[in-house]
């Protein structure tokens, strides 16, 4: 009934939870291997496979041990909470990596003799030669959270910001991945390729092949914590439920029919918790009843939501059964708020919308996202300057974000938003260029602000006042009266500004 797997040992030696494991390879002196353990109390434990003791204990970590990674000649390294890594040889510190500025939460020896990789919740990674820091990496926006080997050159990691990266071991990040919803805990690579796993918050476990998510494997609990790649291409997840479980492409290693449809029952009777955002924004009274499930998927591990009985469920498609499996009950799903609603994940941050641009025919798409709160022209320049792009297109690309955006606002301009250089309501894209109905004051002349189409001597709004002088607007009958802030003789810097539209005019 389990395939092969059947438990040899209960070990123990840690005095608190064990939060790593880590194979060492076989040696003259242990022609077996060894196991390495990483606890909460601080210890690494060694033991041989066949007792249950350990045969010695690695002391010298300040807080938990939470990766290891074994490499040529019976080397070891550990990660630590304590912000330190160690390379230990045998029963012996050989020397303690200190660098980084918060847990270290993945480590990976690489196969070049004497490089080493540490991945930490500073958001960074940082390669060692020789217990020295020959480069850090920078790239992803929250804590590092796995590390995989591809070749001499190249690796993977994978963090909180829901994204995968290749990296070169020259610094170069080479290609970013998206596809996770949530925290990605762990990362492995299929054996002689490029092709890995991932698992993470999401509840689900994802396999990539040719820099795309092939399949998307959902599992019974939130939180997928570990994953592994055997010899034979078999993926084993380790889950929050307190389960393994083994996946397969082979048949001969396939589970029975009774297991199987145990792991599905199991499926769909798991509540998924909509605030977690795993299948996007749901509104119950806007989901399709039992009959859409008629429709076959497009591709696998695609999921649809249905109402049945005023009751919200999951399903996935299988391309391989060309079935729709049900993965769960959405529980609480009425209540969508506006931060959650309709947003659409790009690069791990959720927005109101992403579009595709194409510059021209012959040349590659590009991904502009756009929260409806943001300035159009911004996000036009910052769109052309991030790919590289020619300046001249930004009116051209302002213009699409606004004609597709039309009438999607969050706020109506009111006199409470003021722009405090012009003391008109803030641009709202797609409405009326001369909206504003308050005389507004400028801020720094005290005068109304100009207005297309009224007449250039029309009075200043009564009781403006200049808020710098506590003056009235300046009048020619009052010339004499110094102006201490202009002509303004000095620079001035702005925090933010349009070069190609200042340049412009």
Known sequence: LNRGFTEMHCMSG????????CIIPPSDLYPRGLIATGGNDHNICIFTVDNTAPLYVLKG?????????SGKFGTLLSGSWDTTAKVWLNDRCMMTLQGHTAAIWAVKILPEQGLMLTGSADKTIKLWKAGRCER???????????????????????????????????????????GHTNYIYSISVFPQCKDFVTTGEDRTLRIWKQGEC??????????????CVLDNGDIVVGASDGII???????????????????????????????????????????PGREHLNDPGTRDGQTRLIKDNGKVEAYQW??????????????????????????????????DYVFTIDVNENGPSYKLPYNITDDPWLTAYNFLQKNDLNPMFLDQVAMFIMDNTKGQTLLSTSAQFSDPFTGAGRYVPGSSSGSSTIPAADPFTGAGRYVPGSASNAAAPVGA?????????????????????????????????????????
């Open 318 to 351: 299988s391309v391989s059964e060309g079935r729709w499996i049900k993965i769960g009950d959405v529980v609480g799903s009425s209540g969508a708020t506006q931060q959650t609603s309709g947003k659409v994940l790009y690069e791990g941050k959720e927005y």
């Open 136 to 178: 850090t990496f920078t790239g992803h926006e929250d804590c590092v959270r796995g590390l995989a080997i591809l070749s001499e050159i190249e690796f993977l990691s994978c963090a909180n910001d829901a994204s995968v990266r290749r990296w070169q071991i020259s610094g170069e990040c080479l290609q970013v991945y998206y």
């Open 14 to 21: 840690h005095s608190n939870f064990v939060s790593c494991v």
């Open 214 to 227: 092939a399949q998307t494997i959902r599992l019974p609990a939130q939180s997928v914590w570990c994953c």
């Open 61 to 69: 970590h300040k807080n938990t041990v939470c990766s290891l990674s």
């Open 465 to 505: 006042v200049d808020p710098y002088t506590g003056m009235g607007a300046y009048q020619s009958a009052a010339a004499k009266d110094e102006n201490i802030y202009f002509p303004k003789k000095d620079a001035v810097t702005f925090d933010q500004a349009n070069p190609t539209q200042i340049l412009g005019q």
């Open 245 to 287: 479980r083994v996946f397969t492409e082979s048949l001969e290693r396939t589970a029975s029919a009774e297991e199987i449809q145990a792991f599905e029952n199991e499926l769909s009777q798991a509540c998924i918790d909509p605030k977690t955002g795993d299948l996007g924004d749901i509104n119950a009274d806007d989901l």
